[in-house]
Each structure stands twice: as C-alpha cells, then as structure tokens.
C-alpha cells in the first residue's frame, strides 16, 4: 500500500547518519557528541528541557496534567540494518542499556549487520457478540456479509482508504467455554461467544484508532448479523499478524576479550538461551532485557510501548507455555553465534505522540529513513531488541551483568546524594573503590570531598 506523506521536517533531514560507528564517543561532552551526529543548535533544541515536551502542549496530551517528566536520551551506536547505518535513540533511566546494545552492534557488524523484515501493518479489531443463540447460523451469516462489512469498514475510515489501506477481512471466531478449573469459583461463563476479527492495513500509523473507529461502527450491524449483543469493541495488542524478526551473526573472535574465549561465550549464550525457551520464570526476565532495548526506541519514537509489551508477552506464551522471543545457536562451521527474534511489532511512525513531542521529533531526524517507514522503524526496533538481550546474555555468561552497571549506578546514588553535576564523577569513584554503592556511602564521600573546599 502507499505510505503516508512525509511529516514536514522529516523529507529532508540534515542530521540522517552516513556512518553509526563513531569511536570514543562516550567520552565527549553533550554538545560534542551533537557536533558528532551532525545535529546543529536547531537540531539539538528539542533536546533540551527548554525546547523538549513544554506544559502547555503536555497540558494537551493528556488529562489533570501538573508537569512533565524527563528521560535520559542517548543514542545507540554501530547499528547497520539490512546494509544501512543508523543512530539509535533511545530514552530510558537504566544504566548499561545504551552501552550493551552498541557494544553487540559492534560485534554484529562485524558479521555484516543485522537483517531484517517485517510484515505489513495489519491491525486487527474484535467485537464481542454476547447472547447468540445459534452460533453456526451467526458465523455463518457474518460470513455471507463480509463484502458489505469490508465496504462499511471501509466507510468509517475513508482517509486510511484513500492512502491505500482500510479494512481487508473479516472473521468470526467462537470462543469455548472455559474449563471448569478456570472458573475460579464462578458458576457461570457467560455462555457461547462468538468474536468478530475485523482486520485494519494502516498504513504507517500504529492503527488504535482506525480500527478502533471501525469496529464500534460496525458493531451494531454485527450484532443484528449474529442476533446478539455486542459488548467490547477494540484493537487487539497481540498483533500476531504483524511480526517484525531480526537476525545476526557474530564471528566468535568478536565475542573474546582479554580473559574470554569467544567460543565459549558464544557457547555460554546458547545455553543461557536454552535456560530461557525452557523455563518461564527465567524467559520472562530474558525477554525483560528485550524489551529494554524495544522500549526505549519506542519511547523515543512516540511509540506506544505498553501496546508492544503486552503483544511481545502474550506472543511468548502463544504455545501455551511462556517461552524466549529470541534463539541462538552456534552455526554449522563452529565459527560464529547466530541470534534471531521474532515478536509482535505495531509501531507506526505517524500519529499519537510522534508529532506532537518536540523531543520525538527531534529523535525522529536522527533516524532518517527509518522515521519514514513503519516496516523499517519495526524491523529495526526488532534488531534492538536482539541487539540487548544479546548484550545482557554476553555480559552474565563472562563478567557478570554488575561490573557494567556499577559505575553508571554509582553516578546515580551520588546525585540522589545530593552531589552536583562537577562532584559526582568523584563521589561515584570513591563508592565503586570502595564496592559500596550505598546512599549512605555516597554521603559520606560527598561530605569528605566538600570538606576539602574549606
Ligand atoms: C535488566 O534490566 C535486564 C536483565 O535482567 C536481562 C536478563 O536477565 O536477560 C539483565
């Protein structure tokens, strides 16, 4: 189908990245690491608080509102998709995140990347018909009338229509009783459901409100249609149908360091993802660590995270048993480790939040073409995902996830300590020496260091 205009300020961009490896980049200051992407003081405004999310607009957002909240943005490095470098933004408070996911992007480079697709943007509605007497006769009649449900979908949704998209099926499903032991103590389920999937291709938009517009429109045809009730009228998050998948390879001589064998890290890997696919309580934690990565480019894309958490969750239980969303396997030549994902991705790059946020739009530039292109904005939110559990997994199967993370969470106990921006390098370094990273530590260093003003 086609795709939307390009919003304005996104057809061209000055900052689009010809190169994402930039080396010792953690060391600059904030306004050099701007100067590095490219991004003039225009470019940069919205990063700052007072050209970021501003009260008044937040005011329009949503309901009661009193302020805003800020989120570190950094950008991830190295990535190249599908043969294209690209700046990953991401916003999000935990250390070690941003780092981990360019440190696995490095070493997949190094194995040409990570590859990539995703299917086409299919949001899916269902409408929930109660009180059906005959549940073959409804389906069946449902069925008989798709062509007039698909052209009034079609009605409710006329811009999406024009654009090339607009609603492609319609379909019953009659849901079973539920087993006596779910019942929890409740004598009666309600009886015979049937559900309606009413089946929205939107475009570059995320798609909550088209088809959300298109099934309360057509609910009340599908309950004459069913001789029943309608009840609940909305999107489903688990968007099965539109998948996103990534996948890399990493040579085992990436994946050795001055003390790691990289055979045996690729190795240690494999089997800290087979603990995973095996046993819920460690894949929910594994799949977490995917989300962190997933997450935090949502956010800075306006994206509508929690819609992709529940989709990526109820996707790992769709056998049944909750399992990884990730692989990993050594390939057949013992010469590289191989990871891939696959997960629900309903992103879109029109509409909610992606305009609206200064701070949004201004991520938005860093990504170029993929701020253009729900499939590519997706199967790069994919590579993310793959990219940071790969770094989580690497980081407990050799040094262990707390070396990484202590330094950065030293810096944040020695700012909830009080101290300020030019004193917490020092308090921080005093509690990682001291291998205690605690508030009372950090005050205590705090106060040592002031003392040595006087
Ligand atoms: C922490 O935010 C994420 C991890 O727990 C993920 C994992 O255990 O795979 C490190």
Same mark, same amino acid.
């Given at each position: 189908?086609?795709?939307?205009?390009?919003?304005?300020?996104?057809? =061209? =961009?000055?900052?689009?990245?010809?190169?994402?490896?930039?080396?010792?980049?953690?060391?600059?200051?904030?306004?050099?690491?701007?100067?590095?992407?490219?991004?003039?003081?225009?470019?940069?405004?919205?990063?700052?608080?007072?050209?970021?999310?501003?009260?008044?607009?937040?005011?329009?957002?949503?309901?009661?509102?009193?302020?805003?909240?800020?989120?570190? !943005?950094?950008?991830?490095?190295?990535?190249?998709?599908?043969?294209?470098?690209?700046?990953?933004?991401?916003?999000?408070?935990?250390?070690?995140?941003?780092?981990?996911?360019?440190?696995?992007?490095?070493?997949?480079?190094?194995?040409?990347?990570? =590859?990539?697709?995703?299917?086409?943007?299919?949001?899916?509605?269902?409408?929930?018909?109660?009180?059906?007497?005959?549940?073959?006769?409804?389906?069946?009649?449902?069925?008989?009338? $798709?062509?007039?449900?698909?052209?009034?979908?079609?009605?409710?949704?006329?811009?999406?229509?024009?654009?090339?998209?607009?609603?492609?099926?319609?379909?019953?499903?009659?849901?079973? $009783?539920?087993?006596?032991?779910?019942?929890? #103590?409740?004598?009666?389920? #309600?009886?015979?459901?049937?559900?309606?999937?009413?089946?929205?291709?939107?475009?570059?938009?995320?798609?909550?409100?088209?088809?959300?517009?298109?099934?309360?429109?057509?609910?009340?045809?599908?309950?004459?249609?069913?001789?029943?009730?309608?009840?609940?009228?909305?999107?489903?998050?688990?968007?099965?149908?539109?998948?996103?998948?990534?996948?890399? $390879?990493?040579?085992?001589?990436?994946?050795? #360091?001055?003390?790691?064998?990289?055979?045996?890290?690729?190795?240690?890997?494999?089997?800290?993802?087979?603990?995973?696919?095996?046993?819920?309580?460690?894949?929910?934690?594994?799949?977490?660590?995917?989300?962190?990565?997933?997450?935090?480019?949502?956010?800075?894309?306006?994206?509508?995270?929690?819609?992709?958490?529940?989709?990526?969750?109820?996707?790992?239980?769709?056998?049944?048993?909750?399992?990884? !969303?990730?692989?990993?396997?050594?390939?057949?030549?013992?010469?590289?480790?191989? #990871?891939?994902?696959?997960?629900?991705?309903?992103?879109?790059?029109?509409?909610?939040?992606? $305009?609206?946020?200064?701070?949004?739009?201004?991520?938005?530039?860093?990504?170029?073409?993929?701020?253009?292109?729900?499939?590519? !904005?997706?199967?790069?939110?994919?590579?993310?995902?793959?990219?940071?559990?790969?770094?989580?997994?690497?980081?407990?199967?050799?040094?262990?996830?707390?070396?990484?993370?202590?330094?950065?969470?030293?810096?944040?106990?020695?700012?909830?300590?009080?101290?300020?921006?030019?004193?917490?390098?020092?308090?921080?370094?005093?509690?990682?020496?001291?291998?205690?990273?605690?508030?009372?530590?950090?005050?205590?260093?705090?106060?040592?260091?002031?003392?040595?003003?006087?």
């Amino acid at each position: 189908m086609a795709t939307t205009a390009h919003p304005p300020g996104l057809e =061209t =961009t000055t900052t689009t990245s010809t190169a994402s490896r930039l080396p010792g980049f953690y060391r600059r200051s904030v306004d050099e690491r701007r100067r590095l992407l490219g991004l003039s003081p225009a470019d940069s405004a919205p990063f700052d608080v007072d050209g970021g999310l501003q009260v008044p607009v937040a005011d329009q957002m949503i309901e009661n509102v009193v302020g805003v909240l800020g989120l570190p !943005l950094g950008v991830a490095l190295n990535f190249i998709v599908d043969g294209e470098a690209v700046i990953v933004p991401m916003a999000v408070e935990e250390p070690s995140i941003v780092a981990a996911c360019s440190h696995i992007a490095r070493l997949a480079a190094a194995g040409g990347g990570f =590859t990539t697709s995703a299917d086409p943007p299919i949001t899916v509605g269902q409408v929930q018909l109660l009180q059906v007497a005959d549940l073959s006769r409804a389906q069946a009649a449902i069925d008989d009338a $798709r062509d007039e449900l698909i052209a009034s979908g079609n009605r409710l949704c006329p811009g999406l229509k024009e654009r090339g998209g607009g609603v492609v099926d319609v379909r019953c499903r009659v849901l079973p $009783r539920l087993p006596s032991d779910d019942l929890h #103590g409740d004598l009666d389920d #309600g009886g015979p459901m049937l559900v309606v999937h009413v089946v929205l291709e939107c475009g570059d938009a995320m798609g909550a409100n088209a088809v959300n517009s298109v099934v309360e429109g057509l609910s009340d045809r599908l309950a004459e249609l069913a001789r029943g009730v309608a009840c609940l009228r909305i999107l489903t998050n688990l968007a099965d149908e539109r998948c996103a998948r990534a996948s890399m $390879r990493i040579p085992f001589a990436q994946l050795g #360091g001055d003390d790691d064998d990289g055979a045996a890290v690729a190795r240690g890997i494999v089997d800290a993802y087979r603990f995973a696919a095996r046993d819920p309580w460690r894949a929910c934690t594994h799949n977490k660590g995917i989300m962190n990565g997933v997450d935090a480019l949502a956010i800075a894309t306006g994206n509508d995270w929690r819609a992709l958490e529940a989709g990526a969750h109820a996707y790992a239980a769709r056998s049944g048993r909750y399992t990884s !969303l990730t692989r990993f396997f050594v390939d057949e030549e013992q010469a590289c480790l191989v #990871g891939s994902i696959t997960l629900p991705m309903a992103v879109g790059t029109v509409g909610g939040a992606t $305009r609206v946020h200064p701070t949004v739009q201004g991520a938005r530039k860093l990504l170029g073409s993929f701020a253009l292109s729900t499939t590519k !904005l997706a199967g790069l939110m994919a590579a993310v995902g793959l990219a940071q559990n790969t770094g989580a997994l690497k980081a407990m199967v050799s040094e262990g996830i707390q070396r990484g993370h202590m330094a950065l969470h030293a810096r944040q106990v020695a700012l909830a300590a009080g101290a300020t921006a030019a004193e917490v390098e020092a308090v921080a370094s005093v509690l990682v020496a001291s291998g205690s990273i605690r508030l009372g530590r950090a005050q205590e260093a705090l106060a040592t260091l002031r003392s040595t003003y006087e």
